[in-house]
């Protein structure tokens, strides 16, 4: 690795540490909770229950942005929580691991995994089957859009998937010089070296049409 890219990595790292010292100076209103797995680690999760509501409640799994190496799950903490109160669910609020700890996709499965698990065990805490749905923003978005190709070959149908400017497809663009063109292959470049830009869990846009007709559907906000 040369030199410049190794002070790309560091700088994010830095960012990184700066930003969850000044988080973990803030009140959390989230219950942190480790979602298990049986073959891999855990996934860091909080959680968010409305302040009133009874019944088996809807299910929001918010997941973060931070084009895949930055941002914090506790970034939503507050919006977390006031979409639980505002919509009478509970919100899994996802800190999944980043690109450049674990690449991809590691934390493709780790949003999987993670509705899997509260499926999984509706009853214990008190879940809707019928009402689960994916939410995330930026590369958040685009987790989510893996992560529900995946839950559909599951079996576990999801209301929705809201993808909130969601990066979808890491080939668009690539035919011709253009600034998308050089911030997406500089990125490539620093973390994602060998990335397999058509596979469908790295741009879920190309999955066959036959799939992507038994994914959730699909809001997606620009």
């Given amino acids: 690795m040369n030199i410049k890219l190794l002070f790309m990595r560091l700088m994010v790292k830095k960012t990184r540490k700066k930003l969850l010292k000044r988080l973990s100076a803030l009140p959390v209103k989230g219950e942190k909770f480790m979602v298990p797995r049986t073959d891999a680690a855990p996934v860091m999760v909080y959680l968010y229950r409305p302040a009133c509501g009874g019944g088996n409640l809807p299910v929001v799994f918010n997941v973060h942005g931070g084009a895949w190496v930055g941002g914090d799950a506790l970034l939503l903490d507050t919006q977390s929580q006031e979409m639980a109160d505002r919509l009478g669910c509970l919100v899994v609020n996802i800190n999944y691991v980043k690109a450049d700890v674990k690449p991809f996709p590691y934390a493709q499965y780790e949003v999987r995994d993670t509705v899997l698990y509260f499926a999984r065990h509706a009853q214990e805490y008190g879940i809707d089957t ?15 859009a893996c992560a529900a190709q995946m839950l559909s070959e599951d079996g576990i149908t999801l209301s929705c998937q809201v993808l909130c400017y969601p990066f979808l497809d890491f080939t668009f ?9 050089s911030s997406v292959d500089g990125l ?3 973390f994602f070296p060998g990335l397999s830009k058509t596979d469908p869990l790295v741009s879920p846009v190309l999955l066959p049409d036959e799939q992507l007709k038994k994914t959730a559907p699909s809001i997606i906000i620009t």
Avoid: D, P, R, V
Wanted: glycine share 14%.
């Fill in 188 to 190: 490539n470049t620093i």
């Fill in 130 to 144: 019928s009402k689960l749905a994916l939410m995330g923003y930026s590369a958040g978005g685009h987790l989510c």
């Fill in 173 to 181: 663009g690539q035919e011709k010089e253009n600034e998308l063109k």
